[in-house]
């Protein structure tokens, strides 16, 4: 009887132990660490490439913690490269759908303003406001108070710009713009006048910064060559790859592709970028910019962002 009892309680506080272990476990998923982990599976004509990266929480806190809510969310998964240069790869705007798209660039031959309606379509604005909406991302821009001693403002649906034109410092080991390397980026709106107010960290709020420099929402870009076009103290070099083979290999696919067809860039003109989400930021500031209209190059044949998984916090 005493050796039965005994046998239970044994039984009974290893699994007490095994639900502690799954309980800490866990619990160690959801701690922060200063180097999150990110994949962004890539498709080209029907392959597909692992990129993996490495991201910068300690040096650039609130655009990681932008990038890896948006990735949860899942609004990254199925997106289409919609600027494709030859330095970076400009992604987070559109989602893809094949046959839209394949119809949508078939006419675009005769009508150019086809594709154009397929980026009206497909924005994934009205998603990001739907997750700003319901506080699914963490608010870093807020509309200036009547007073600098009050405290947080109307939140705005647009990212803290942690980079040198907002007075972002790295007093050590900043990234440099390399190959491989992943961005957090925006379209400028030079008529933007507007003064926000911005928060570095939970605990410090400073006023009077140019709303322009404080505008991206899920933009983001993939370097594909040794340097840049764009200016640097205009964007956030926030992720690393941990190795260039699977992107080099894409990138030899692509330029294989173009070597063996005989087909061109598709050049799209004066695309509305941002209309939605600029349009909610107008009631909160004097003057935030108004519509901005940009031209695309698009590959000839889709580069598609499959998905972006975080693989470790």
Not at 89 to 112: L, P, R
Not at 180 to 201: C, E, I, P, W
Not at 204 to 220: E, G, M, V
Request: with cysteine.
């Amino acid at each position: 009887m005493f050796k039965k009892l005994v046998k239970k309680l044994a039984v009974a506080a290893t699994l007490v132990c095994m639900a502690a272990t799954v309980a800490a476990t866990a619990a160690a998923c959801n701690v922060e660490t200063k180097h999150p982990k990110v994949r962004i599976t890539v498709e080209f004509n029907e392959v597909t490439y692992k990129l993996d990266y490495t991201l910068y929480r300690n040096m650039y806190p609130n655009t990681v913690r932008h990038f890896i809510e948006l990735s949860e969310s899942g609004i990254y998964n199925n997106m289409l490269v919609h600027d494709y240069t030859n330095s970076d790869w400009f992604s987070g705007g559109y989602s893809y759908d094949k046959s839209d798209y394949n119809e949508s660039v078939a006419e675009s031959q005769a009508d150019s303003a086809s594709i154009i309606d397929y980026f009206i379509n497909h924005s994934v604005a009205e998603k990001y406001m739907e997750l700003f909406n319901n506080n699914k991302l963490t608010a870093t821009v807020f509309a200036t108070p009547e007073t600098i001693s009050a405290k947080k403002g109307d939140a705005l649906p647009t990212l803290i710009g942690e980079f040198e034109n907002n007075n972002h410092k790295i007093k050590k080991g900043a990234l440099s713009a390399d190959f491989g390397t992943l961005k957090m980026y925006y379209y400028d709106n030079d008529d933007a006048k507007g003064k926000v107010q911005v928060a570095f960290s939970d605990d410090q709020l400073f006023s009077n910064y140019d709303y322009k420099n404080n505008r991206a929402t899920s933009l983001f870009a993939m370097q594909v060559s040794s340097s840049s076009s764009n200016n640097a103290s205009k964007y956030c070099v926030f992720g690393k790859m941990e190795s260039t083979k699977a992107l080099s290999s894409l990138i030899s696919a692509i330029n294989d592709y173009y070597d063996d067809n005989d087909v061109e860039n598709i050049e799209v003109d004066d695309v509305l970028v941002n209309n939605e989400i600029d349009s909610y930021v107008e009631p909160y500031l004097e003057d935030a910019g108004g519509d901005i209209e940009k031209d695309f190059t698009l590959p000839a044949l889709p580069i598609i962002i499959k998905s972006v998984k975080v693989t470790k916090y």
